[in-house]
C-alpha cells in the first residue's frame, strides 16, 4: 500500500528566511510522481512542484525546490525567501499511475512578518 | 478560462436528505476526482472516473454516489446513508499519462443542518 507522511503538524519562519518540509513515502513501485500541493485559507489547491522519480535531478520552481532522495523514500520541499503569501497549508502527494493520488495529512506553514 | 468549477460554494443537508455537488471542467481532461476533506486528515478520495460512463470506488465511497455522462461533468451525491457528511468537498481532473497532474477546483463546504 502506498502511504505518504508529514512528521511536521505546523511550522513557522521569519519572512525572507528559508523553510524546509518533510515528506516520506512508502511505495514498492518504481516509477511514480510526487507533488507538492500548497492551499491557502482561500482552500483552493494550487499545484507547487512536481518531481518524477526516473528523474535524478531535483525539481526547482522559483523560490521552490525539491530534495529528492529516491533510495530514502523521501521528498522535502524548500522555500526560500519566504513570503507572506506563502502562508499555507502544504501538502505532499504521490501517485505511481495517475488513477489514485494519496495525500499525507499536511504541514501548516506561517510566514512571520 | 480554463478551470474547474465546482458549485455551491457552501451546502446545507438537512437529516435524510440527499444533496448533490456539481463539478464542471473545461480543461478537456479525461479523468476526474472527488476528494473529501477533514480537519488534520487531508484529502480522501471518494470516487474517480477515468472516462466517460465509467467511474471506481475510492478509499471513502459507502454513502456517496457519482455519474460521469459527460467528459465535462462529475457530479456527487451525498446521500443519507453518509451519517457524517460535514467536510470540505474537492473536485479534480487530470489526463493520465501526461505529467500525471491534477488540478483542483475551489471546492464546497458542506454542513448539516
Known amino acids: 500500500a502506498q502511504t505518504v507522511t508529514q512528521s511536521q503538524p505546523e511550522m513557522s519562519v521569519q519572512e525572507a528566511e528559508t523553510v524546509t518540509l518533510s515528506c516520506t513515502y512508502d511505495t514498492s513501485e518504481n516509477n511514480y510522481y510526487l507533488f507538492w500541493y500548497k492551499q491557502p485559507p482561500s482552500r483552493q489547491m494550487i499545484l507547487v512542484i512536481r518531481?518524477?522519480?526516473?528523474?535524478?535531478q531535483n525539481a526547482t520552481e522559483n523560490r521552490f525546490s525539491v530534495n529528492f532522495q529516491k533510495a530514502a523514500k523521501s521528498f522535502s520541499l524548500k522555500i526560500s525567501d519566504s513570503q507572506l503569501g506563502d502562508t499555507a497549508m502544504y501538502f505532499c502527494a504521490f501517485t505511481n499511475t495517475g488513477n489514485q493520488f494519496y495525500f499525507g495529512t499536511g504541514t501548516s506553514l506561517t510566514v512571520i512578518p | 478560462d480554463g478551470g474547474i468549477t465546482q458549485s455551491p460554494k457552501y451546502l446545507f443537508r438537512k437529516e435524510g436528505q440527499n444533496v448533490t455537488l456539481s463539478c464542471e471542467q473545461n480543461?478537456?481532461?479525461?479523468?476526474m476526482y472527488w476528494y473529501r476533506q477533514d480537519p488534520g486528515q487531508g484529502l480522501r478520495l471518494i470516487y474517480y472516473s477515468q472516462i466517460v460512463n465509467d467511474f471506481q470506488k475510492g478509499d471513502i465511497a459507502e454513502g456517496y454516489s457519482v455519474s460521469r455522462e459527460k467528459k465535462e461533468s462529475f457530479p456527487l451525491t451525498v446521500t443519507s446513508a453518509q451519517k457524517n457528511p460535514t467536510a470540505f468537498y474537492l473536485c479534480?481532473?487530470?489526463?493520465?499519462?501526461?505529467?500525471?497532474?491534477?488540478?483542483f477546483g475551489p471546492g464546497t463546504r458542506l454542513l448539516v443542518l
Open positions: 518531481q518524477e522519480a526516473y528523474k535524478q
Open positions: 480543461l478537456n481532461h479525461d479523468a
Open positions: 479534480a481532473s487530470s489526463i493520465p499519462g501526461s505529467q500525471e497532474t491534477q488540478y
